[in-house]
């Protein structure tokens, strides 16, 4: 697991390029036979109540949609009925997600995702999706942009200006 943000942006990458599917639906609502034959969910997203815990964290309600799924990655939100209840205290929480229908993950040659693969990650803090927090985010990326062409624009200008005040000085100096 690369990152996860604190707007529930989940980030997934893979060693190996992997076969995006045509429909991602099927991911996130199918299911598959465990060893056992009781159904089990292709992708099992969960989180746990602290790094050191396997117990599903009972006061975190969430459902979760896969966003983007690209050869090297697969991007997921999660969109959290209480986002406050998330890593609130000293206890971090933790995002599990297990790779059940591993046969639905396979790269070019045909070799798939381990069996019953699990990755974990710890979950920062989470944001509500609310129109403020939006907002915020929207005026941080647009502002980071802004200081970028800024920074672009005052590097040409030095570069001319640098230029321009050489010919000067060997002018000066003759």
Do not use: C
Not at 114 to 136: G, I, Y
């Amino acid at each position: 697991m690369k990152a996860i943000s604190s707007f529930g942006e989940v980030s997934l990458m893979f060693s190996q390029p992997i076969t995006p599917p045509k429909n991602v639906t099927l991911y996130m609502n199918g299911t598959v036979l465990d060893s056992e034959g009781n159904e089990v969910p292709i992708l099992d997203v969960k989180v746990l109540a602290d790094r050191n815990s396997d117990e599903k964290h009972e006061n975190v309600t969430f459902d979760w949609q896969i966003v983007e799924f690209y050869p090297n990655e697969m991007r997921i939100k999660l969109n959290f009925t209480d986002a406050h209840k998330v890593s609130m205290s000293e206890i971090i929480d933790r995002l599990s997600i297990t790779f059940r229908g591993h046969k639905f993950f396979f790269n070019q040659r045909g070799l798939t995702v381990k069996s019953n693969r699990v990755v974990e990650k710890d979950l920062p803090p989470q944001l509500a999706d609310t129109t403020f927090n939006n907002a915020m985010k929207t005026t941080a990326f647009v502002l980071a942009g802004a200081v970028t062409v800024s920074m672009t624009f005052t590097f040409i200008v030095n570069f001319i200006l640098g230029a321009s005040m050489q010919q000067l000085w060997s002018a000066i100096n003759t």
